[in-house]
C-alpha cells in the first residue's frame, strides 16, 4: 500500500475543501510546487493533484503550475479535474502526469472512458466519488443514480490501473475513512482501490492497512497533512512495515 498525498489546486494556489463545497475552501499555499517538493523530500513516491477549477468548469485551468509541478518532482503524478477529451488527456501526459483521473467523463462519456484504457493502458485512473453510495459528477456538484458498485463492474480491469474512491461526506472533514464501504467495493471488483476522503489520523491509516487484503493499494492524504493531523513520514513507515 501505498501513501499518496495530496494538493487541491484552485485559482492558482493549494487549497482543501469541506465535502467538495467550491464555497468552502482553506488556503494552505501560494506555492503548490513548494507543497509537492515538501511532500517529496518526505518520503512521498506519488502525488495526487486535482483541479478543482477544471472539475467544475470543464476545462483544464491550472495547467501551467501543473506543469511546473511535474518538471519539479521525481514522484510519479496522478491527476483528475476536468479530463473530458483526448486532447486534455494527451496534453497533460506530454507535461509529465503519469496518471489521468477520469471522473465526470467516465460517467457521462463511456467510449471516451474505454478509448483512454485502449489507448493508455495502465495509466487511466477512474475516480468514483460517492455520496451514500451513490455516484457524483461535475465537481461533486450534481448527484447520479449510479451506484458506485455499479459503475466500478463496468470496467475494463485489464485497462484501468486503479480505482480512487471519494466518500464526499467524509472529504476535508477529518472524521475517519468510510472504511466499510471502500473495503466492500474493494473486494467486489478485480481493480485496486486507492481510499480516499476523511482521514484524519495515524489510526486511520492503520485501520485501511488491516482491511489492504480486500484489494486496497493506496490512500490518499490531504487537509490532515497540512494541519498536522498526520505525519506523511510516519504514514509511509507504516505502510513498509506492513
Not at 493549494?14 to 494552505?28: C, E, F, K
Not at 476545462?59 to 496522478?78: D, F, G, Q, W, Y
Request: glycine share 10%; with cysteine.
Amino acid at each position: 500500500m501505498i501513501i499518496i498525498p495530496a494538493i487541491d489546486l484552485k485559482n492558482g494556489q493549494a487549497v482543501r475543501l469541506s465535502q467538495g463545497r467550491m464555497d468552502d475552501a482553506t488556503i494552505y499555499s501560494s506555492d503548490p510546487v513548494d507543497v509537492a517538493l515538501r511532500w517529496q523530500d518526505l518520503g512521498a513516491r506519488r502525488l495526487h493533484i486535482v483541479d478543482l477549477d477544471a472539475a467544475v468548469s470543464g476545462k483544464p485551468r491550472n495547467k501551467e503550475i501543473v506543469k511546473s509541478i511535474c518538471s519539479a518532482v521525481t514522484m510519479e503524478v496522478e491527476l483528475g479535474g476536468g479530463i473530458r477529451d483526448s486532447k486534455t488527456v494527451a496534453e497533460y501526459f506530454d507535461a509529465g502526469v503519469k496518471y489521468a483521473i477520469l471522473g465526470t467523463a467516465a460517467v457521462r462519456d463511456p467510449a471516451f472512458r474505454d478509448a483512454c484504457c485502449t489507448a493508455y493502458p495502465g495509466q487511466i485512473i477512474i475516480g468514483i466519488d460517492a455520496n451514500k453510495g451513490m455516484v457524483a459528477v461535475q465537481g461533486w456538484t450534481e448527484s447520479t443514480s449510479l451506484s458506485a458498485i455499479v459503475l466500478a463492474g463496468r470496467l475494463d480491469s485489464s485497462a484501468v490501473h486503479a480505482i480512487v474512491y471519494t466518500d464526499i461526506s467524509r472529504d476535508g472533514m477529518l472524521t475517519g475513512p468510510n472504511i466499510e464501504e471502500t473495503a466492500k467495493l474493494a473486494a467486489a471488483i478485480a481493480i485496486p482501490v486507492i481510499a480516499s476522503g476523511g482521514m484524519s489520523r495515524i489510526e486511520d491509516v492503520q485501520n485501511l492497512l488491516a482491511v489492504e487484503s480486500s484489494g486496497i493499494m493506496g490512500i490518499i492524504i490531504g487537509r490532515a497533512l497540512y494541519t498536522g493531523g498526520i505525519d506523511l513520514k510516519e504514514a509511509i513507515m507504516l505502510t513498509e512495515k506492513k
